[in-house]
């Protein structure tokens, strides 16, 4: 069971089976289910109680899973509502998919608490402490999109590993849209280290420099960078040289 999970469904049908038990087997057959809830692991040699548990067993791990779910739901349901309440353009370009929640929430937790008549809602523990204090917040990171993101990080990145320049502004076309599809499983953070695992390459095929010269390719085989980068593999086409 979950470690925060007190309590599990226990189906009125299942008396059917029970009654063709005795006592003694009954008693076995509860006692094995209390100890499997309780995550101890409970072992038999009585083929009968391991026979008539087993569909107990799958009847918990769907009810487990379906719990996972819905608490899952519950989290993103609540975090969304919390940047709705106190970062309400934050949460508007979150909709809009400018930002994922992850994103918008780390933006959310950088923030400092703004006069009383600032557009940008301050975080409630700031608020709890003192509604009087004043900062600066830097709108200019706040309003960038996702794409300008990872293309300041192509920038930065390229010139870090390689030592080549390089300042795209903006995708277009075909990679737009597969940068697009990739940010609504990835984030920032994922970009980076795929990023990462396509600049650590020490060998291209044929010597291709433009697969590091521009984001298209990297954004069609994006997996594989991601892949290379937790596999810390700098030799996709070439001699394995581990340097991370």
Known sequence: MAEDKKSVLLYCDLIHTVEKLTNEQAGKLFKHYLKYINDLDPKTEDILIELVFEPIKQNLKRDLKKWE????????????????????????????????????????????????????????????????????????DITKTKEQL??????????????????????????????????KQYNTEDFRNALIGLFKQKKLPNDN????????????????????????????????????
């Not at 590993?161 to 597969?178: A, E, P, T, V």
């Open 150 to 183: 990872f293309l300041e990080d192509w920038n930065e990145l390229r010139f870090k590993h390689l030592k080549k320049k390089s300042n795209i502004k903006m995708l277009s076309g075909d990679d737009r849209d597969n940068f697009k599809e990739l940010s």
């Open 209 to 244: 420099k433009v697969m590091q010269a521009n984001p298209k390719h990297f954004l069609k085989y994006f997996n594989t960078y991601y892949t290379a980068y937790g596999d810390q593999n700098t030799a996709l086409y070439g001699e394995d040289k581990k340097e991370y």
């Open 69 to 140: 779910g819905i608490k899952e739901d519950r989290s993103i349901n609540g975090r969304e509502g919390n940047l709705k309440r106190w970062n309400r353009d934050l949460y508007d370009l979150f909709k809009k998919g400018e930002y994922t929640l992850l994103g918008a929430e780390s933006i959310a937790k950088g923030r400092k608490v703004s006069p009383p008549d600032s557009t940008l809602s301050p975080p409630i523990a700031n608020i709890a402490v003192n509604d009087t204090v004043t900062v600066t917040v830097n709108v200019k």
